[in-house]
């Protein structure tokens, strides 16, 4: 069954270093996400990205974060300089083409983020 | 996309049917009311979605209340495995939709032998 890969599983890095989160959607899909989950709360949208641009971000989106599709089958999250506040789990997410597909997000494992 | 309204935790025998209540009052005509869940801290995982009609599929069923203020999941046999949170979701579909699931704290479920 085709899935959502995220790398790196875990990254600690120091605060103020940039940080890139990498994912590979599933390949015939064209709409994707980004979401973080603190530790013991919910999860909480970040950003949505279709046809090479962002359509939706939340507040938590700022000018520190930004997302890129490289190349035909990477998406990343890059986060400028991090804060402490940023330690999380990221999840990445892929979704098919409207109206056709049955609309649900496929996720990633997560990428845990450890800012010291 | 309306607002959902779930139990905070529930409990399961293995191998006994978990319902898993879930209200959305205010849920208009075009939105769908979506199942996941989360096993420990892994990505969230799609179950089951639904507009007006009951649903099943191999992992659960759908059910939704003729005015669609409130649905049902439905895990027949619960296992030790289905020990998760279980989250509820109403989205408006459509091209003006990005797509995006707005999570709230869902009801976590723990099966116990």
């Known amino acids: 069954e085709p899935e959502v890969t995220q790398t790196p599983s875990h990254q600690v890095t120091q605060m103020g270093q940039e940080v890139i989160l990498r994912c590979v959607p599933i390949?015939?899909?064209?709409?994707f996400y980004w979401y973080r989950q603190i530790l013991g709360q919910k999860v909480e949208f970040l950003v949505s990205?279709?046809?090479?641009?962002?359509?939706?971000k939340s507040e938590i989106f700022d000018d520190q974060f930004s997302v890129e599709r490289p190349d035909g089958s990477n998406f990343t999250l890059k986060i400028r300089s991090t804060k402490l506040e940023d330690s999380a789990m990221y999840f990445c997410?892929?979704?098919?083409?409207?109206?056709?597909?049955?609309?649900?997000?496929?996720f990633g494992e997560g990428s845990r983020l450890t800012v010291l | 996309d309306a607002k959902t309204t779930q139990p905070t935790s529930m409990d399961c025998a293995e191998g006994r049917a978990a319902n898993l209540p879930c209200n959305h009052s205010?849920?208009?005509?075009?939105?769908?009311v979506y199942w996941y869940r989360q096993i420990h801290s892994q990505g969230p995982q799609y179950i089951i979605h639904?507009?007006?009609n009951n649903e099943t599929n191999e992992m659960a069923s759908l059910i939704i209340t003729e005015d669609r203020k409130s649905s049902t999941l439905i895990l027949p046999h619960a296992t030790l495995r289905d020990t998760a949170v279980y989250y509820c979701i109403v989205r408006g579909r459509g091209s003006s939709n990005t797509g995006k699931l707005i999570f709230g704290q869902g009801t976590t479920l723990q099966v116990k032998p």
């Open positions: 639904g507009l007006k």
């Open positions: 205010t849920i208009s005509g075009n939105e769908y």
């Open positions: 997410a892929s979704s098919g083409d409207y109206p056709s597909n049955t609309g649900e997000l496929f």
């Open positions: 990205f279709y046809n090479n641009e962002i359509s939706e």
């Open positions: 390949s015939n899909h064209l709409y």
